[in-house]
Nanobody, 126 residues
Framework: QVQLVESGGGSVQPGGSLRLSCAAS????????MAWFRQAPGKEREGVAA????????DYADSVKGRFTISRDNAKNMLYLQMDSLKPDDTAAYYC???????????????????WGQGTQVTVSS
């Protein structure tokens, strides 16, 4: 079992930056792929960024490439999402999620993740 708690959301103007954090409660954090997802009102949950067990592989949604950076600190059981050049379309609830490493894992597909945080709201508006 993995418990996840996000923090760092808030309101920001277009072009601004935010850094999301996710604290994981587990003794085997390094055994999980970690990812950020987001869900805007009336839309399906979508994958934003994913990172492999020790951070050597990162994958991003096309809509955030070059603007968002995912990272993890396995010594602290932490996951991060640095969001720069934010746009109004980035407004959503952001969730961190964990999935045990396995063959065939689709790293940006919500259905493939087993554990979820409660989410943190990001609002980009002038």
């Amino acid at each position: 079992q993995v418990q996840l708690v996000e923090s760092g959301g808030g309101s920001v103007q277009p072009g601004g930056s935010l850094r999301l954090s996710c604290a994981a409660s587990t003794d085997t954090y390094k055994d999980y792929w970690m990812a950020w997802f987001r869900q805007a009102p009336g839309k399906e949950r979508e994958g934003v960024a994913a990172i492999s067990l020790v951070g050597t592989i990162k994958d991003y949604a096309d809509s955030v490439k070059g603007r968002f950076t995912i990272s993890r600190d396995n010594a602290k059981n932490m996951l991060y999402l640095q969001m720069d050049s934010l746009k109004p379309d980035d407004t959503a609830a952001y969730y961190c999620a964990a999935a045990p490493s396995r063959v065939g894992l689709r790293v940006l597909v919500p259905h493939d993740y087993n554990f979820w945080g409660q989410g943190t709201q990001v609002t980009v508006s002038s």
